[in-house]
C-alpha cells in the first residue's frame, strides 16, 4: 500500500527564512512524487514534480529513495508562500495519486 | 480560462436528501475524479472516471455514486446525505489515454457540502 506523511499540519516561518517542508512515502516500488498547493481562496494546483528536476517559484524538492523522503524547501520564503501544500504519490502503471494530509504555511512579516 | 467547472461552491443540505454535484471540464481530457478534502485528512479519492460511461471506485465510494454521460461531465450523487458527509468537494481532470496517477491534475474551486 502506498502511503504519503506530512507530519507538520502547520508551519510559521518569517519572511527571509528558509522554510522546508517534510514528506516522507512509502511505497514498494519506483514512485512518482509531486507537490501541489492551494493559495487562498484558489484552485489547488501543481506546483513541482521531482522528475522534472525544475525549481518553480524558488522550491525545490529532492527524492531521496534511501530515506523515503520529497522534502520542499526554499532557502528565502516571502508572503505570497502562505499557502497550503501536498505532497502527492503516484505509483507505477497505478491510476491513484495519494496525498498526505497538507501542511499549512504562514510567513510572518 | 476556467478550464474545470464545478456547478456550485455553496451548498447546504438536509439530512437524507439527494445531493448532485456536476464537474464540467472543456479540455478534453479523458479523466475525470472527485475527492473530498478535509483538514487533518488530505485529499481522499471518491470515484473516478477514465471513460464515458465508465467509473471506478476510488478509497471512500461508500456513500456515494457518480454518472458520466459524456466526456465534458462528470457528476457526483450523495443518494441518501449524511452529516458525515460535509465536506468539501474537489473535481479534478486529466489527460492520458493511459490512466495513470503520474499526470498532471487540473481541479475545480470546489463545492463546500454542509449536511445539517
Known amino acids: 500500500a502506498q502511503r504519503v506523511t506530512q507530519p507538520e499540519k502547520l508551519l510559521s516561518v518569517f519572511k527571509g527564512a528558509p522554510v522546508e517542508l517534510k514528506c516522507n512515502y512509502s511505497y514498494s516500488g519506483s514512485p512518482e512524487l509531486f507537490w501541489y498547493v492551494q493559495y487562498s481562496r484558489q484552485r489547488l494546483q501543481l506546483l513541482l514534480r521531482?522528475?522534472s528536476r525544475e525549481s518553480i517559484k524558488g522550491f525545490t524538492a529532492d527524492l531521496n529513495k534511501g530515506e523515503t523522503s520529497f522534502h520542499l524547501k526554499k532557502p528565502f520564503a516571502q508572503e505570497e508562500d502562505s499557502a497550503m501544500y501536498y505532497c502527492a504519490l503516484a505509483g507505477i502503471n497505478d491510476y491513484k495519486l495519494s496525498f498526505g494530509a497538507g501542511t499549512t504555511v504562514t510567513v510572518r512579516a | 480560462d476556467v478550464k474545470v467547472t464545478q456547478s456550485s461552491r455553496y451548498l447546504v443540505k438536509r439530512t437524507g436528501e439527494k445531493v448532485f454535484l456536476e464537474c464540467v471540464q472543456d479540455m478534453d481530457h479523458e479523466n475525470m475524479f472527485w475527492y473530498r478534502q478535509d483538514p487533518g485528512l488530505g485529499l481522499r479519492l471518491i470515484y473516478f472516471?477514465?471513460?464515458?460511461?465508465?467509473?471506478e471506485k476510488g478509497d471512500i465510494p461508500e456513500g456515494y455514486s457518480v454518472s458520466r454521460e459524456k466526456k465534458e461531465r462528470f457528476s457526483l450523487i450523495l443518494e441518501s446525505a449524511s452529516t458525515n458527509q460535509t465536506s468539501m468537494y474537489l473535481c479534478a481532470s486529466s489527460s492520458g489515454q493511459i490512466l495513470s496517477g503520474a499526470n498532471v491534475l487540473t481541479f475545480g474551486a470546489g463545492s463546500r457540502l454542509t449536511v445539517l
Open positions: 472516471s477514465y471513460d464515458v460511461k465508465m467509473k
Open positions: 521531482h522528475i
